[in-house]
């Protein structure tokens, strides 16, 4: 089995030193950038399987790169896992909302960091081959695709994942935490009003094609996904 490339963008080389040893202990390969440039360089073929991201870089923010990659159709894939010693609770719900999938504040454990990477590719190599169909939508596990009708909704891996979710428990009310705990995994450190955020921005995909009132909210105990209205 060919070994996982893992990115890591960071500007201190005694810590890219230090997780590429213990990365290539546990057996991924590891490619280094120290700048936002570099990072963007290194994404060629084969592109990175995981990307860890610094926060602060010298010449473009980390989150500003997260932003960026989130947007480009060749790597919105790709999971990010910020890696950083902002570790205050907006930070973190700053970092997951605009995108990164994990977040880990300085200092950490090298064997939690390994847990970590593990756990984004256990979640983005999980696809199934089925479709879904809940009225005018139709969800492909196999081709990773979402469409109303005839027309394609180009969606990101979290609100993927979490519409997924919905599909397969029709008619059943979910908290926010078993949400996270369903869509996120229990290892993710996420905060529960995340789910808000991407339960709007779900919404707001769906809603052009008259579906986003399939997800509805219940009032003190979470939300739905129902055909009926």
């Given at each position: 089995?060919?070994?996982?490339?893992?990115?890591?963008?960071?500007?201190?080389?005694?810590?890219?030193?230090?997780?590429?040893?213990?990365?290539?202990?546990?057996?991924?390969?590891?490619?280094?950038?120290?700048?936002?440039?570099?990072?963007?360089?290194?994404?060629?073929?084969?592109?990175?399987?995981?990307?860890?991201?610094?926060?602060?870089?010298?010449?473009?923010?980390?989150?500003?790169?997260?932003?960026?990659?989130?947007?480009?159709?060749?790597?919105?894939?790709?999971?990010?896992?910020?890696?950083?010693?902002?570790?205050?609770?907006?930070?973190?719900?700053?970092?997951?909302?605009?995108?990164?999938?994990?977040?880990?504040?300085?200092?950490?454990?090298?064997?939690?960091?390994?847990?970590?990477?593990?756990?984004?590719?256990?979640?983005?190599?999980?696809?199934?081959?089925?479709?879904?169909?809940?009225?005018?939508?139709?969800?492909?596990?196999?081709?990773?695709?979402?469409?109303?009708?005839?027309?394609?909704?180009?969606?990101?891996?979290?609100?993927?994942?979490?519409?997924?979710?919905?599909?397969?428990?029709?008619?059943?009310?979910?908290?926010?935490?078993?949400?996270?705990?369903?869509?996120?995994?229990?290892?993710?450190?996420?905060?529960?009003r995340t789910v808000d955020v991407h339960v709007l921005r779900l919404r707001q995909l769906?809603?052009?094609?008259?579906?986003?009132?399939?997800?509805?909210?219940?009032?003190?105990?979470?939300?739905?996904?129902?055909?009926?209205?």
């Amino acid at each position: 089995m060919t070994a996982k490339q893992i990115l890591i963008v960071e500007d201190e080389a005694p810590i890219r030193e230090m997780v590429g040893f213990t990365l290539r202990r546990a057996g991924f390969e590891m490619t280094e950038a120290a700048n936002g440039k570099d990072a963007q360089m290194r994404l060629g073929e084969p592109l990175p399987d995981v990307i860890l991201m610094d926060w602060m870089l010298p010449d473009i923010s980390g989150i500003e790169l997260v932003r960026q990659f989130k947007r480009d159709e060749l790597t919105r894939n790709i999971p990010i896992i910020m890696l950083t010693a902002r570790s205050e609770e907006d930070d973190k719900i700053r970092g997951l909302d605009t995108g990164a999938d994990d977040y880990i504040t300085k200092p950490f454990s090298p064997k939690e960091l390994v847990a970590r990477i593990r756990a984004v590719l256990r979640r983005v190599n999980h696809v199934e081959d089925d479709i879904i169909v809940v009225g005018d939508l139709h969800l492909n596990g196999g081709s990773h695709r979402v469409q109303a009708g005839d027309h394609e909704i180009q969606i990101g891996p979290t609100e993927y994942k979490l519409l997924k979710f919905f599909m397969t428990h029709q008619d059943r009310v979910f908290s926010r935490a078993q949400l996270l705990d369903h869509v996120w995994g229990r290892n993710a450190y996420v905060e529960d009003r995340t789910v808000d955020v991407h339960v709007l921005r779900l919404r707001q995909l769906l809603k052009p094609h008259r579906c986003d009132k399939m997800i509805q909210t219940v009032r003190g105990a979470g939300y739905r996904f129902s055909a009926k209205h």
